[in-house]
T-cell receptor, first 114, second 110 residues
Framework: NAGVTQTPKFQVLKTGQSMTLQCAQDMNHNSMYWYRQDPGMGLRLIYYSASEGTTDKGEVPNGYNVSRLNKREFSLRLESAAPSQTSVYFC?????????????FGPGTRLTVT | TQLLEQSPQFLSIQEGENLTVYCNSSSVFSSLQWYRQEPGEGPVLLVTVVTGGEVKKLKRLTFQFGDARKDSSLHITAAQPGDTGLYLCAGGHNNNDMRFGAGTRLTVKP
C-alpha cells in the first residue's frame, strides 16, 4: 500500500516549456487534489476532482490544466511554464471520516522554472 | 492576507520545554485540521477537530478548537527533537474548500 505517489520528484524547466506531473493513489479515494506550496504562503489549492470524470478549479488555477484519468490517477499539466510557477507541488487524496475529510499527501514535486 | 494566520512563524526551543502554537481566523469553520510536515515530504494529518471547545490529545500533543470555531491551538509538552517540523493548520467546510495557514516552523534542539 503505497498511499499517494508522485512523479517526478524534481524538475527544471525553461520558460515556455510544458510538462505533466503525475499522481496516483491506491486507497480507493474518490477525491483528489493538486496544491502548490510557496514560502510564507501555505498550501494553495490549484484544482480538485471530487470523483472520476469531474474536475473543478481551486484557488489558483491559472496556467494549469488537470485530467482525472481514472479513480487512481490525477495529473497536472503546465502548458507553458513561467518562473512564477516555480514551487513545490503536492497531490493529495481524501476520504470522509466522521464529519470531515482527511487528506493524504504525496511526497511532492519540486519544480524550478528558469 | 492569509485566511488562517499561524503564530509564531518560527520557534526554536530546547528539548524538554513546553510550547504552544496558534491558528487564528476571522472565519468560522466546520472543521479544523493540524498537519505536520517534515523536510522533503508531504504534510501528514495529526488531528481533526469539529466541535467548538473540543480538546483532543495525541500523546504529548494537545489540540483545542476555539468555542466560536474560528481558532485553534496546539500545545506540546516536553518537546523532543522528533517533534521538529512545519506545523500547518487547515480549516474548511467540505472536501473542496480547505484553506491552509502558512505554518509554524518548530525546531527542537537536543
Amino acid at each position: 500500500n503505497a498511499g499517494v505517489t508522485q512523479t517526478p520528484k524534481f524538475q527544471v524547466l525553461k520558460t515556455g516549456q510544458s510538462m505533466t506531473l503525475q499522481c496516483a493513489q491506491d486507497m480507493n479515494h474518490n477525491s483528489m487534489y493538486w496544491y502548490r506550496q510557496d514560502p510564507g504562503m501555505g498550501l494553495r489549492l490549484i484544482y480538485y476532482s471530487a470523483s472520476e470524470g469531474t474536475t473543478d478549479k481551486g484557488e489558483v488555477p491559472n496556467g494549469y490544466n488537470v485530467s482525472r484519468l481514472n479513480k487512481r490517477e490525477f495529473s497536472l499539466r503546465l502548458e507553458s511554464a513561467a518562473p512564477s510557477q516555480t514551487s513545490v507541488y503536492f497531490c493529495a487524496s481524501s476520504q470522509l471520516a466522521g464529519r470531515s475529510y482527511e487528506q493524504y499527501f504525496g511526497p511532492g514535486t519540486r519544480l524550478t522554472v528558469t | 492576507t492569509q485566511l488562517l494566520e499561524q503564530s509564531p512563524q518560527f520557534l526554536s526551543i530546547q528539548e524538554g520545554e513546553n510550547l504552544t502554537v496558534y491558528c487564528n481566523s476571522s472565519s468560522v469553520f466546520s472543521s479544523l485540521q493540524w498537519y505536520r510536515q517534515e523536510p522533503g515530504e508531504g504534510p501528514v494529518l495529526l488531528v481533526t477537530v469539529v466541535t467548538g471547545g473540543e480538546v483532543k490529545k495525541l500523546k504529548r500533543l494537545t489540540f483545542q478548537f476555539g468555542d466560536a470555531r474560528k481558532d485553534s491551538s496546539l500545545h506540546i509538552t516536553a518537546a523532543q527533537p522528533g517533534d521538529t517540523g512545519l506545523y500547518l493548520c487547515a480549516g474548511g467546510h467540505n472536501n473542496n474548500d480547505m484553506r491552509f495557514g502558512a505554518g509554524t516552523r518548530l525546531t527542537v534542539k537536543p
